[in-house]
């Protein structure tokens, strides 16, 4: 057997491992709200003061022999100024392989270490939800990177994608149709399309943007702890160029 075999080999197994822990954290995943602020009729958000952000980026430079290095990034901002107030960006060595539909294993343990960073030091600037620059239930199985951290921390969080991400059970959802329909749309629309399967199971919502300088529409989804509308709701509200 070559070592190229070999190595398939590992990666399927290590892709049915982790689809195995992927479906027994699914099962704890919340799709409703469990959250320390309400969302009225017009989306207004009242009793939320901190939104957090998080993302992590692969500068090339920063590759380290046979692993990679990431930086993650923290961001709270307070609401509704979405001014600052709470920043970490860290470099941390990556040493989990890629293997498609299960990202969030590879990248979980860095956005731990900037939580856990942010409870150390800042511990009262805890954000009551934060975005995540991923996706939740849209995903194959229905547990993206969103998910994977709000279940791991037991926070509120929301998947927010700028590309979609192709699932076999949305037959007939098109990302060209997708850019096609928002593109026509006047600026002061704020229209969303249901991405709903043929299983009759809704993955998330595409949800046009905030700025006329974007045509472009973003994929939101559900993380953890949040309703599909609460989630929509927090991202058109802290939402300016897109």
């Not at 901190?50 to 022999?65: N, T």
């Not at 993955?203 to 905030?210: C, D, E």
């Amino acid at each position: 057997m070559t070592n190229n075999n070999i190595n398939r080999q590992g990666m399927a197994d290590l892709a049915q491992q982790w689809e195995r822990e992927q479906t027994e954290l699914r099962s704890q995943c919340e799709e409703v709200d469990r959250v320390s602020f309400t969302v009225s009729g017009d989306g207004s958000l009242a009793g939320l003061e901190r939104v957090g952000g998080v993302d992590i980026s692969y500068p090339k430079h920063l590759a380290q022999g046979t692993g990679d290095c990431a930086i993650v990034s923290l961001v709270v901002l307070s609401y509704p100024s979405l001014e600052p107030i709470y920043e970490v960006s860290d470099s941390v060595p990556i040493d989990v392989p890629y293997v498609a539909g299960y990202l969030a294993f590879r990248e979980i343990a860095a956005y731990r270490h900037a939580f856990a960073r942010l409870r150390r030091e800042a511990p009262h600037m805890m954000p009551q939800v934060v975005l995540v620059d991923g996706n939740g239930t849209l995903h194959p199985r229905r547990f993206g990177s969103a998910c994977h951290l709000g279940v791991s921390l037991d926070v509120p969080t929301v998947g927010v994608a700028k590309n979609y991400l192709h699932i076999d059970d949305l037959v007939g959802v098109e990302a060209r149709e997708l850019k096609r329909f928002f593109a026509v749309q006047n600026e002061s629309c704020r229209a969303t399309v249901e991405l709903l399967g043929t299983s009759g199971v809704c993955y998330g919502m595409a949800v046009a943007p905030a700025g006329p300088a974007a045509v472009n529409p973003i994929f939101v989804s559900v993380g953890h702890r949040v309703s599909l509308a609460t989630a929509v709701a927090v991202v058109r509200a802290c939402s300016i160029h897109r």
